[in-house]
């Protein structure tokens, strides 16, 4: 008798590991999902808009529907939603969203409020393993890339929260940005069908320039965005030399500077001079001097673009400091006088450890163990 409830479960779990989660798929992916299951691909449509225009993920309330094709999801298929654990707000209006994964896993999500626009910044990854000396989520090691749903689920939810928060004549998420934890082109398999989500009419049906992938320079993934979706790009370059750039962003030894201005050139190109967003960390001393100015000025110069300088966000044993004002507004003038739109980006969310590069998460980092590994023995070449 005892056993019976017990071995309903272990069932239950079993079925469960082979449900399709439908946030795991874009409209294309829904359609295949459809097809494969006996039906119409417009059952596609329906559910993208039950999911994300009426924010229903009930298969039972889906009324237009018919009641066996309900039933038989319920069977087959899921709507899975990363687990909010804790939500924090900042004085100045930011929001952080904390959410828990598998194991002890957490990745972050951050709300910016602004007047003309509801920005959200959201992860790619549990971690990241780039490695950039300046920025806190490196220091938390690297787990594992994210799914489409865990990826477009912070979108869901924050949007949801943001819609029940202010039901009258609030706008929800208008921007959203992949600046969050992680390295979105080091995750193209899921983050592509999440960038379709958020520009598709029956998703988000937000606009292509307010949808921002931003890359620490994966040379070859740059086209390969470019190919699939139509969507904004940001590089973070923060260094105007292969020297300095090297010792900040060590992906900089794979793909040089000449390599990465020759990707930002095929980019506006190929999408008809849409602007490219330069991001440049202001570090006091390191990067921060007229000459790095002038040096970056020769570089970003003959490209649409805008350079977004941001002021280092300080945490706990980082060994860089913000450069001054004074600094950060010389630094601007330089590149102004040379023609070149540049912006400092004002600081938020520093209060809830939500501002750029202090998103941390937690991670159960794998990858410190894997270059042990990877390490050549002694002796050994390497
Ligand atoms: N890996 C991608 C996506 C993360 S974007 C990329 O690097 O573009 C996060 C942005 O915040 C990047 O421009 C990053 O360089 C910047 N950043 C990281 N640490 C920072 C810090 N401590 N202070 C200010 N900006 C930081």
């Known amino acids: 008798m005892h056993a019976h409830p017990l071995r309903f479960r272990e069932r239950a779990d079993l079925d469960g590991e082979a449900r399709t989660n439908l946030l795991d798929l874009d409209r294309e992916g829904l359609q295949r999902f459809f097809r494969e299951q006996g039906e119409k691909p417009f059952r596609a449509e329906q559910i993208l808009r039950w999911l994300y225009h009426q924010g229903e993920c009930d298969f039972s309330r889906m009324t237009n529907l018919a009641r066996p094709l309900r039933e038989h999801l319920a069977q087959t298929a899921e709507v899975r939603m990363p687990a909010l654990v804790e939500v924090q707000d900042s004085a100045d209006g930011t929001r952080k969203w904390v959410f828990g994964l598998d194991g002890g896993n957490r990745i972050e999500a951050v709300f910016i409020p602004e007047a003309d626009r509801n920005t959200l910044c959201i992860s790619t990854q549990v971690g990241c393993a780039l490695d950039c000396s300046f920025c806190a989520t490196a220091r938390s090691g690297f787990n594992r ?78 086209d390969r965005l470019r190919e699939a979706v139509d969507c904004s790009l940001a590089v973070s370059l923060h260094a105007p030399n292969n020297a300095l ?65 941001i002021p280092f966000n300080p945490f706990p044993g980082a060994g860089y400091e913000r450069s001054s004002d004074e600094a950060i507004d010389r630094f601007r003038q330089i590149l102004m006088d040379r023609g070149i739109i540049t912006i400092t980006r004002r600081t938020r969310g520093e209060d809830i450890d939500a501002a750029c590069g202090q998103l941390a998460g937690e991670v159960e980092d794998r990858s410190k163990r894997w270059r042990r590994f990877a390490e050549p023995r002694f002796g050994e070449r390497a």
């Open 145 to 222: 890339n994210l799914t489409t749903a865990e990826i477009i689920g912070q979108l869901w939810l924050a949007n949801r929260s943001l819609l029940t928060d202010h039901p009258k004549g609030e706008r929800g998420i208008t921007n959203v940005v992949l600046m969050g934890m992680g390295e979105p082109l080091l995750n193209m398999k899921a983050v592509v069908p999440a960038l379709n989500l958020m520009l598709d009419d029956l998703g988000f049906g937000l606009s292509k320039r307010h949808v921002t992938v931003s890359t620490s320079g994966v040379v070859p993934k740059m």
């Open 245 to 309: 750039r090297d010792e900040l962003v060590p992906l900089n030894r794979a793909h040089p500077i000449e390599d990465l201005m020759a990707a930002c050139q095929r980019w506006v190109e190929h999408t008809r001079r849409r602007h490219i967003m330069f991001e440049y960390v202001m570090l006091a001393g390191v990067n921060d001097q007229p000459h790095h100015a002038r040096e970056l000025a020769a570089w970003v110069g003959g490209l649409p673009c805008k350079v977004n300088l």
